[in-house]
């Protein structure tokens, strides 16, 4: 901030100078690139999230879920519903069930902690990558892969890049280097892990449409989940 | 190295790549170091997409200044 101001401050009658005294035009771009790169400075934050610490409450968050997954002896895979109010919820079944719910049956389930969806009983978790995905600001015309980018690249930092691919009622997300960690197996085993769980969100909220995780592989590079929409 | 510093450091060698190159073409012409740097200034926004403190008042004036340089040029053609 306090260069970008200098720049600003020595640009300004730098170019006034060369200009009207020198009467030298490249001198003078040299001045106006000066007053360009000062105010660029000044309106860019040098640290606009301390990364870490977010991360480390984002990671954090997710001891609760954990401790809830586990008190309730969840194996379920989780539905990530569309945004009510603005937040993205996830339904995760308490009971094995073969036949999916339809769309409409999840996104009525009650609001409550412990809830029900056509007589089977189930959890409403507020997962960590709900508020970040409404803090992200995410238009709603986004295209899939721009949102997951603009959530996970851009305001998260997450991973390093993501692509994502929708094959009729299944969408893959491919993740480059993901930066937060989860080391909690009941998470990763209902929600996945903290990206594809964010990714999960997006998804929902990019969609308007529940979507349930499916599967997730990886190795430390690379993260591939897979989720399927269901309308 | 952060994001940011990328930008800024990309920003900065742009501009001064458009100044140096522009001097040495012997250009006399400020609009057209104003409208490369527009142009410089909105690429590396596309490519680096930095987060702001406040609303980019830098790409409004610049984008203000290139649209003027343009209308003036196009009425400068439309009444030679």
Redesign the interface.
């Known amino acids: 901030m306090g260069f970008g101001l200098a720049m600003v401050f020595f640009g300004v009658p730098f170019t006034a100078f060369t200009?009207w005294i020198l009467s030298s035009?490249?001198l003078?771009?040299?001045g106006?690139?000066c007053v360009?790169?000062g105010?660029?400075?000044?309106?860019?934050?040098?640290s606009?999230v301390p990364k870490g610490a977010i991360r480390a409450m984002v990671e954090g968050s997710c001891v609760n879920v954990e401790t809830l997954l586990e008190e309730c002896n969840v194996t379920e895979k989780a539905f990530y519903l569309p945004p009510k109010e603005g937040r993205v919820y996830v339904f995760v079944p308490l009971r094995s069930n073969p036949h999916l719910p339809d769309a409409s049956e999840v996104m009525r389930a009650p609001m409550r902690v412990i809830t029900e969806v056509r007589g089977s009983p189930g959890l409403l978790i507020f997962p960590p990558g709900s508020e970040l995905t409404r803090l992200s600001g995410l238009s709603s015309g986004s295209g899939l892969e721009d949102a997951l980018r603009h959530v996970l690249v851009?305001f998260v930092?997450a991973a390093e890049s993501v692509k994502a691919v929708r094959e009729g009622d299944k969408v893959v997300v491919d993740l480059v280097r993901p930066r937060l960690r989860t080391d909690f197996p009941r998470f990763r085993r209902v929600l996945g892990s903290l990206v594809t769980s964010i990714a999960g969100c997006v998804l929902a909220s990019c969609l308007e449409l529940p979507v349930v995780f499916d599967e997730e592989q990886g190795d430390g590079e690379r993260v591939r989940a897979v989720f399927r929409v269901i309308s | 190295m952060d994001k940011h510093k990328v930008y800024l450091v990309s920003l900065a060698s742009l501009l001064f790549l458009i100044v140096v190159g522009l001097a040495t073409l012997k250009e006399t012409r400020l609009d057209v170091y104003v409208s490369l740097f527009t142009v410089s200034y909105f690429v590396t926004l596309a490519v680096f997409r930095p987060r702001r403190r406040v609303s980019d008042v830098v790409g409004a004036t610049l984008f203000i200044a290139f649209s003027l340089i343009v209308a003036f040029k196009v009425a400068e053609i439309l009444l030679r």
């Not at chain 1, 105010?39 to 040098?46: C, E, G, H, R, V």
């Open positions: 200009y035009v490249p003078t771009a040299l106006l690139a360009i790169l105010a660029t400075i000044m309106i860019t934050p040098s606009p851009d930092e």
